[in-house]
């Protein structure tokens, strides 16, 4: 499998290089135009959207990516990483930018201050049988999904948290910290079908 990387100005990375590295990836971190162009796909870890934003134009990575993303490279977001894939985004902070690709509305911090933080276990029929032990911190939902998006599983109250579209794969919830592994060889998967 070619090398793939972890958006790494900002946000979890470690956990998802640890992950990966677990799955016997040959994993780099991505902090600039170079170092994206060498790897096959790419993990956008947990943190905070706005800030990936800001740094993703900082250091000249936005139109690289957006590039990459148009040219089909897979991609793996969760919680933050979700909404820099969405193509449009609900209470975003002023002029916030997403890379887009996916064609969902997210709205960001969509769990009121008592359910801030929370764990419980989801049905993903995708990922077989076994239930996916979901973590949301600060986490987004999609509110709406095109026509081309798959949802791969929604809460009780039928907010979607999981979704994807081609080889972009998204999460609201927090796989890399729970020791769930399914969505990041999904990923690697989508990886080995692209190159
Ligand atoms: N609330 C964060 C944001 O808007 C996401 C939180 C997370 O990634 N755990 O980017």
Do not use: W
């Not at 979700?82 to 769990?111: H, K, P, Y």
């Not at 939902?141 to 809460?155: E, F, K, M, W």
């Amino acid at each position: 499998l070619p090398p793939v990387g972890v958006f790494a100005l900002q946000g979890d990375v470690r956990e998802h290089v640890a992950v990966l590295r677990g799955l016997g990836a040959d994993v780099r971190e991505v902090r600039t135009p170079a170092q994206l162009a060498e790897v096959a796909g790419l993990v956008i870890p947990g943190g905070e959207s706005s800030v990936m934003d800001k740094l993703s134009r900082l250091f000249g990575l936005r139109e690289p990516l957006r590039q990459r993303i148009a040219d089909g490279m897979p991609v793996y977001g969760t919680c933050a990483g979700m909404i820099m894939l969405a193509d449009r985004v609900l209470d975003a902070i002023e002029g916030q930018l997403t890379l887009g690709g996916l064609d969902v509305t997210v709205r960001r911090n969509a769990f009121g201050t008592q359910l801030d933080s929370f764990e419980t276990d989801l049905a993903m029929p995708a990922l077989g049988e076994l239930p996916v032990h979901a973590v949301f911190i600060r986490a987004p939902v999609v509110v709406d999904a095109g026509p081309d998006v798959t949802v791969l599983s929604a809460l009780d109250d039928g907010r979607i948290v999981a979704v994807e579209q081609g080889r972009l794969l998204a999460t609201a919830f927090h796989p890399e910290v729970a020791g769930e592994t399914r969505f990041h060889e999904r990923f690697l998967a989508h990886v080995a079908a692209a190159s």
